[in-house]
T-cell receptor, first 112, second 112 residues
Framework: SAVISQKPSRDICQRGTSLTIQCQVDSQVTMMFWYRQQPGQSLTLIAT?????????ESGFVIDKFPISRPNLTFSTLTVSNMSPEDSSIYLC?????????FGPGTRLTVL | QQPVQSPQAVILREGEDAVINCSSSKALYSVHWYRQKHGEAPVFLMI?????EQKGHEKISASFNEKKQQSSLYLTASQLSYSGTYFCGTDLFGGTASKLTFGTGTRLQVTL
């Protein structure tokens, strides 16, 4: 398995601002994923971030709202732009190791 | 389309057994099972690849019926530590095209 850390662990932000979430892995991985988990709900895939290529977004998620960077094989960032209260969620990154995905601890975001 | 899990919630006494089901409308490459405790990241339990192989460790096991596009998670002689929300994650393709779609979730509470 991989050890994954995320920063910040939580944040409270004002409407209209942006927040960048960092995800760091202790080993090199090709595939990284960003998920959103709204309160009491399941996990929803936002995008797949592979090093060396543009992120691939799922239906309902766009690059202008959730820009992603993947500068190397151990790091990625997700930005939540122009936030509204509906963006209040837990954001999780995960990495693929073989056939298995492992999750970071998540970033709990509250937008006022 | 999101896999459907049943039951939505279950309460057990310590030592009782439970079965959680996951049904997909699409043919699957693999099914992944996770447990998430409140305020924590999902923790990987096991993966089942197409071929109908049943897997397990200790008192938690799972099966995958490829033809029915269903998987079941079996919890025997439940312990207090089993409490949490269980999610199945389905993967249609595997390999470099791998991505998980998570089910609706099953909330399990084990009591004394």
């Amino acid at each position: 398995s991989a050890v994954i850390s995320q920063k910040p662990s939580r944040d409270i932000c004002q409407r209209g601002t942006s927040l960048t979430i960092q995800c760091q892995v202790d080993s090199q991985v090709t595939m990284m994923f960003w998920y959103r988990q709204q309160p009491g709900q399941s996990l929803t895939l936002i995008a797949t971030a592979n090093q060396g290529s543009e992120a691939t977004y799922e239906s309902g998620f766009v690059i202008d709202k959730f820009p992603i960077s993947r500068p190397n094989l151990t790091f990625s960032t997700l930005t939540v732009s122009n936030m509204s209260p509906e963006d209040s969620s837990i954001y999780l990154c995960s990495v693929q190791n073989g056939d298995t995905q492992y999750f970071g601890p998540g970033t709990r975001l509250t937008v006022l | 389309q999101q896999p459907v899990q049943s039951p939505q919630a279950v309460i057990l006494r310590e030592g009782e057994d439970a079965v959680i089901n996951c049904s997909s409308s699409k043919a699957l490459y693999s099914v992944h099972w996770y447990r998430q405790k409140h305020g924590e990241a999902p923790v990987f339990l096991m993966i089942l690849l197409k071929g109908g192989e049943q897997k397990g460790h200790e008192k938690i096991s799972a099966s995958f019926n490829e033809k029915k596009q269903q998987s079941s998670l079996y919890l025997t002689a439940s312990q207090l530590s089993y409490s949490g929300t269980y999610f199945c994650g389905t993967d249609l393709f595997g390999g470099t095209a791998s991505k998980l779609t998570f089910g609706t979730g099953t909330r399990l509470q084990v009591t004394l």
